[in-house]
């Protein structure tokens, strides 16, 4: 199967851009006053080929799924910890649960491959398998499953947005051990070396990070991916829920639907969807810069900037929920803010 025959992603609007970028010079406040709103506004118009887009209601999707590679002692909490959050999500204590309350997303789980069998009705069961396999050893999954996870997101993200009307996306993860995986993909994608990505994840020792680091280099030597070939990355030293975050992107896309990125495990999602189909990059806004060291490597390998920093490192899509709010300051600076004209204020 050819995704990229899949996915028709539609360039952004750069006729409405140029409209609104004139717009903003007339509204009430000196050029450029506004800084990085004003380009993420015109930003917006151009994903949206709307002068006045919209990004409310915001819809967050958490993809849940376990790591064999938790098996190498790579993280500082056990793999129960995974089935243990997505109980704290269905049970609203989460931050992901707090901050979407708070920006009035609406928040589905979802079990892509989770290793145990979670029956809650607001559980969405959607699993590839019950955990990848320890890629330290042997392959995370194959290349159908890694296809079927990234059909699982894009179906999901349609879900989404076509039936409950969702502006923008938000994309968040659990997954014990998803930071090796991240890591390891983001070696390959980017040919950086991997003691320049590898961090701390959950709050692991100086020692372990140096564990780490010689996991994910024995198990791409093993393993060795095709940098060229994202979904064989995906197979050899992935995850379903990275796999599932990238084809919602893709599909988020193909609608003109904004895609908010979160930290590391999000923006290396991202990236794999990149290499799917270049053009999603156009409708992707992240958020915030975490901490770990290879998040600014992946946003960088996107070409993108981030909108804050706030020492963040949680996931979950927490970050991007809490920087959502900037992103909707920009859309209603255009739609609320008087102009020169309609306030009778001189521009001279």
Do not use: C, W
């Not at 129960?80 to 707090?98: D, K, P, S, W, Y």
């Not at 699993?127 to 290349?143: D, L, P, Q, S």
């Not at 806004?285 to 490597?297: A, F």
């Amino acid at each position: 199967m050819n995704l990229q025959n899949v996915i028709k992603i539609p360039a952004l609007d750069k006729e409405v851009g140029r409209q609104v970028d004139s717009y903003i010079q007339t509204l009430t406040k000196p050029p450029g006053s506004l800084g990085k709103l004003e380009g993420l506004a015109v930003e917006l118009a151009e994903m949206k080929s709307k002068p006045f887009p919209v990004v409310s209601p915001a819809g967050v999707l958490v993809f849940a799924a376990d790591h064999g590679i938790a098996e190498e002692g790579v993280s500082a909490f056990p793999q129960e910890v995974t089935l243990q959050m997505v109980q704290n999500f269905l049970n609203g204590g989460a931050a992901i649960n707090v901050f979407s309350r708070q920006i009035g997303a609406t928040l589905k789980v979802i079990d892509i491959g989770v290793k145990s069998t979670i029956n809650d009705k607001d559980l969405i069961t959607d699993k590839v398998r019950m955990g990848t396999g320890n890629f330290f050893i042997e392959e995370a999954m194959t290349k159908v499953e890694a296809i079927e996870a990234i059909e699982i997101g894009m179906r999901q993200a349609e879900s989404f947005i076509i039936n409950q009307g969702v502006e923008s996306l938000i994309l968040g993860e659990m997954g014990i051990a998803n930071t090796t995986a991240s890591s390891a993909i983001l070696a390959v994608l980017t040919g950086k070396p991997i003691d320049t990505l590898v961090g701390f994840g959950t709050g692991i020792t100086s020692e372990r990070v140096l564990h780490k680091v010689d996991i994910i280099t024995q198990s791409i030597e093993r393993r060795k991916p095709n940098a060229d070939d994202p979904i064989d990355v995906l197979a050899k030293v992935g995850g379903l829920e990275i796999a599932g975050m990238a084809g919602a992107m893709l599909f988020a896309a193909s609608y003109r639907v904004p895609i908010i990125l979160d930290g590391f495990i999000s923006t290396v999602a991202a990236l794999v969807a990149s290499k799917i189909s270049n053009d999603v990059i156009d409708y992707m806004i992240v958020s915030h810069q975490s901490v770990e060291p290879g998040h600014l490597t992946a946003i960088h390998a996107l070409g993108k900037e981030p909108l804050i920093n706030l020492g963040l490192r949680l996931g979950e899509g927490s970050g991007a929920a809490v920087a959502f709010p900037l992103i909707e300051s920009a859309t209603r600076m255009l739609s609320e803010m008087a102009t020169f004209q309609s306030a009778g204020i001189s521009d001279q």
